[in-house]
């Protein structure tokens, strides 16, 4: 597939810097937990026993190096945030 056609490719620039591990456990921490909760359902991480941020932030840290798997989700999610340029 075509990156710069298929918008399943597209990644939100929060989920690009929580995986390029720019951002710490405080900055996460600061995100909304529908970013957090959707950039782990991309990954296609089980979170639905989190009750704290704290806990979805562990998991994010956690779990960084996990393949995102549902682009569909990163982008629902944060369907009001600019999508990053292709590489």
Do not use: W
């Amino acid at each position: 597939r075509d990156r710069d056609s298929d918008p399943s490719y597209r990644i939100c620039v929060i989920c690009q810097s929580i995986s390029n591990g720019s951002m710490n456990e405080e900055q996460l921490s600061g995100l909304k937990v529908k970013h957090l909760r959707g950039y782990l359902a991309a990954k296609r991480v089980n979170h639905q026993t989190c009750t704290e941020k704290k806990e979805l932030v562990d998991l994010i840290v956690n779990h960084r190096h996990v393949p995102f798997s549902d682009l569909s989700a990163v982008t629902s999610t944060t369907a009001a945030m600019p999508a990053a340029p292709p590489n």
